[in-house]
């Protein structure tokens, strides 16, 4: 398997910082309900369906990475972790997608399970809007061969991400009675 390799450069991580900021504040405004969607089709429907399976197999592919690496076969790990990275980058397409042409969905479940889904629901936003950071941050480094700050990265990356997914999984299945 050939071997991508990034230079180490400054430019790279003012662009981490870049993207990492962009990204959350295009999902806000997104979700502005004052802001007007625009008609995509009747398909865009399926995304949520869509980004419940993308989030199931980057939970598989983050732990497989996660099992390979642990085994020490590099290989296979970059094989899960690019796989990994670029589920989320569809799943942010397909979020987008959502809600640029959708108004979200209310969630109607009472008693006990409301507040549960509500913590799941905060935590799930607000770490997924501080993992692209760091995220970013370990593909760089691990891209251009700063394994030393890789494995620095990683040690925040891996579980925040891994608990974005999951909790993407269990918010998408508690909310998904609701959609229309």
């Known amino acids: 398997m050939s071997t991508i390799t990034v230079p180490q450069n400054k430019k790279f991580n003012q662009w981490i910082n870049i993207i990492a900021v962009a990204i959350p504040v295009v999902v806000a405004i997104l979700l502005n309900p004052s802001i007007p969607k625009v008609n995509l089709g009747e398909w865009t429907k399926i995304l949520p369906h869509v980004n419940g399976v993308i989030n199931s197999l980057t939970s598989v592919s983050l732990l497989a990475g996660f099992y390979f690496i642990k085994r020490k076969n590099i290989a296979a790990h970059r094989v899960m972790m690019t796989i990994s990275f670029c589920l989320g ?8 997608l959502y809600h640029l042409s959708n108004e979200s969905t209310v969630f109607g479940g009472e008693g006990i399970i409301r507040p549960i889904y509500y913590f799941l629901l905060i935590t799930h936003i607000t770490l997924s809007i ?5 995220v970013l941050r370990a593909v760089y480094y691990a891209f251009s061969n700063q394994i030393d700050l890789h494995k620095k990265a990683v040690k925040w990356a891996f579980p925040i991400w891994l608990y974005v997914s999951i909790t993407g999984v269990i918010v998408y299945l508690m909310i998904s009675p609701y959609y229309q």
């Open 89 to 96: 980058a569809l799943f942010l397409v397909s979020y987008v």
């Open 130 to 134: 501080g993992v692209v950071w760091f």
